[in-house]
């Protein structure tokens, strides 16, 4: 089966009725992979549930802090660096006085390797959206480029109700939800991104049909070399 890159999913043989299934976005590798295989793709799958769990919980403490509590960010990280530095001061003094252990600080905390990891997923990512958004808008993948300029219409029109804040906390619910609930219903996602893609498909060419190749156009005239 010919395969073409983008938001397509069958050749042009399914305007006989013919259906043929493929992967969302042209696709051929599987969703861990797209997302980059590592430590980030088994927290945005919740293959780590703990870790996605924990991002989750922290990400709707801090929203709530700042939304709803209106903290200011400076007196927020002041109270969570002093509240910190106290519990690690009593525990440790406390286990000096009553003999038990005392807590173990790790001297690496935040490791390289997952920032680069980290920076490496969304730069590739970044990268391939950009490329694609610029091909289609060259004429060469007319369907991803029609269901870019939609999806950021869409996202401006969200923008004027929702502050910056929530928007990103939005987005974060959106990226540990949306792959994870894709992976689960990846075949009846699929089918139905399918169907779209036709319909978009089959109008856009009809447009062309009807009223883009009814424009006259005058004859070329070949430029004379002197």
């Not at 660096?81 to 106290?86: E, F, G, M, N, V």
Request: glycine share 6%; proline share 4%; hydrophobic share 45%.
């Amino acid at each position: 089966m010919h395969r073409k890159s983008g938001l397509v999913y069958s050749s042009d043989s399914d305007d006989n009725g013919e259906i043929r299934s493929a992967k969302l976005f042209g696709r051929e590798r599987p969703i861990h992979h797209v997302l980059g295989g590592g430590k980030v793709a088994d927290v945005l799958l919740w293959r780590n549930r703990y870790v996605s769990a924990a991002l989750l919980v922290a990400m709707t403490v801090i929203w709530f802090l700042f939304k709803v509590a209106e903290y200011n960010f400076v007196t927020l990280l002041c109270h969570i660096s002093i509240s910190t530095l106290l519990v690690i001061f009593i525990w440790r003094t406390a286990a000096e006085i009553f003999g038990f252990r005392p807590p173990m600080i790790p001297q690496m905390i935040l490791h390289e390797n997952t920032f680069r990891q980290v920076a490496s997923t969304v730069h590739k990512r970044l990268n391939h959206f950009i490329s694609r958004v610029l091909d289609g808008a060259s004429g060469r993948d007319f369907p991803f480029f029609f269901l870019t300029i939609i999806c950021l219409y869409i996202l401006s029109v969200i923008g004027t109700y929702f502050s910056s804040l929530n928007l990103l906390y939005l987005g974060f619910i959106c990226l540990e939800t949306l792959p994870f609930l894709y992976e689960r219903f990846e075949e009846d996602v699929d089918r139905l991104a399918g169907k779209i893609s036709r319909e978009i498909k089959r109008s856009y060419r009809k447009f062309v049909s009807q009223f883009l190749n009814q424009i006259p156009r005058g004859p070329v005239k070949d430029k004379k070399i002197r």
